[in-house]
């Protein structure tokens, strides 16, 4: 079964930087259009960034241009840089493909993955 695996998180202080990546556990699934979430302890989950399968990209008021969202040329992995890192940035980042993972130009629900931690002190 394909899953979603998330990676990149840590520990980090005001200002610095970190690199999520998301990709299928799989070998030939791909991702199209996808989103990157949060959820914060006692807050609700927050979409932060979305990429479309043409490469448009949308993000969230309070990451525009600190934030950037890209998958590299094979579709095979999403990724979210993240810049100048606030403590309101501390959550638990998923990755959520729209409509699955495809292979063979089939698409595939996938569970949500385990996620991955990032927290920024003060």
């Known amino acids: 079964q394909v899953y979603l695996v998330e990676s990149g998180g840590g520990l980090v202080q005001t200002g610095e930087s970190l690199r999520l990546s998301c990709a299928p556990s799989?070998?030939?699934?791909?991702?199209?259009?996808a989103g990157w979430y949060r959820q914060a302890p006692g807050k609700q989950r927050e979409l932060v960034a979305h990429?479309?399968?043409?490469?448009?990209?949308d993000y969230a008021d309070s990451v525009k241009g600190r934030f950037a969202i890209s998958k590299d040329t094979t579709q095979t992995t999403l990724y979210l840089q993240m810049n100048s890192l606030k403590p309101e940035d501390t959550a638990v980042y998923y990755c959520?493909?729209?409509?699955?993972?495809?292979?063979?130009?089939?698409?595939?629900?996938?569970?949500r993955g385990q996620g991955t931690q990032v927290t920024v002190s003060s």
């Open positions: 959520n493909p729209d409509n699955g993972v495809y292979h063979d130009g089939n698409a595939y629900r996938v569970p």
């Open positions: 990429i479309s399968s043409g490469g448009t990209t």
């Open positions: 799989l070998r030939g699934f791909s991702i199209r259009s």
